[in-house]
């Protein structure tokens, strides 16, 4: 007898019951359906009956796809896909648009099966894309007025562009290990906020009098201010610690 297709890894059924059970309360008084960690290789259609919950988490599962009836979670706020082996979202996801965290992040993404309707999620806060196979990021991101956190590293990209690096509430972008074309625009896309933009250093002789003159005195103050400050670096002795380990010599404080 031939022996058929092999089948992939048969995982877990998940049934009304079994969801009902893994509603949790948050801290903030939000209903969220938990049931990562259970695999999960097929999205349970029955949680469409608790499409009412405030969170879903279904990370770190095996799940392959995500259906469009995922839209019928209009309440969701919080949603996680984080380890899986998604290789594409469907568009409908853009129609969550109370969505305010979204973590895609250690997927099988690539830019071209990245849904258009991502730029729709005008609540979006927090969106994790890092650990996928993106060389590019849409442009179209550039419309997530209200993002201030985005993960983006551990991708193949060479550019991140200018609609997203300029979103006007962004306080947070990481972009490590990305092969991009420049060293130094990967540190600039790493902290879009703190920027030395020149660094001069010159020798006391080269300044005019003036310059000096404020130089010395900025220098006064900043003694002054060492001196009336207690030093850290003062550590307590241990007379009877012979050989302190590598424990105790980073912590003596705490010793």
């Not at 730029?119 to 927090?126: A, G, P, Y």
């Not at 650990?131 to 442009?139: A, C, G, K, V, Y």
């Not at 551990?154 to 991140?160: E, F, M, S």
Request: hydrophobic content about 35%; overall charge positive; charged content about 30%.
């Amino acid at each position: 007898m031939a022996k058929g297709k092999a089948k992939g890894p048969k995982g877990k059924k998940i049934t009304l019951k079994i969801a009902k059970n893994s509603i949790r309360i948050t801290l903030d008084g939000r209903r969220r359906l938990d049931l990562s960690k259970m695999g999960i290789t097929t999205f349970p259609k029955c949680i469409l009956k608790l499409a009412d919950v405030d969170e879903l988490d279904l990370s770190r599962n095996m799940l392959k796809k995500i259906p469009g009836s995922i839209e019928k979670f209009q309440k969701l706020r919080w949603l996680d896909l984080h380890s899986n082996q998604l290789e594409e979202l469907p568009e409908a996801i853009g129609k969550l648009q109370n969505l305010f965290y979204l973590n895609i992040c250690n997927n099988k993404l690539t830019s071209t099966n990245l849904p258009e309707g991502l730029n729709l999620l005008k609540n979006l806060h927090i969106l994790n894309l890092g650990l996928n196979r993106l060389d590019s990021i849409p442009t179209s991101l550039g419309a997530l007025k209200e993002l201030t956190e985005i993960g983006l590293f551990d991708n193949a990209l060479t550019a991140i562009p200018n609609s997203v690096k300029r979103l006007p509430k962004l306080k947070k972008m990481n972009v490590e290990r990305n092969p991009f074309r420049d060293s130094i625009e990967q540190e600039d896309h790493s902290d879009p906020i703190k920027r030395v933009e020149t660094l001069h250093l010159v020798q006391e002789k080269d300044l005019c009098s003036s310059c000096l003159y404020l130089c010395k005195g900025e220098r006064d103050k900043l003694q002054q201010l060492m001196d009336v400050t207690p030093s850290s670096s003062k550590k307590s002795s241990f007379s009877s610690l012979l050989t302190p380990n590598s424990t105790a010599k980073e912590n003596q404080e705490e010793w």
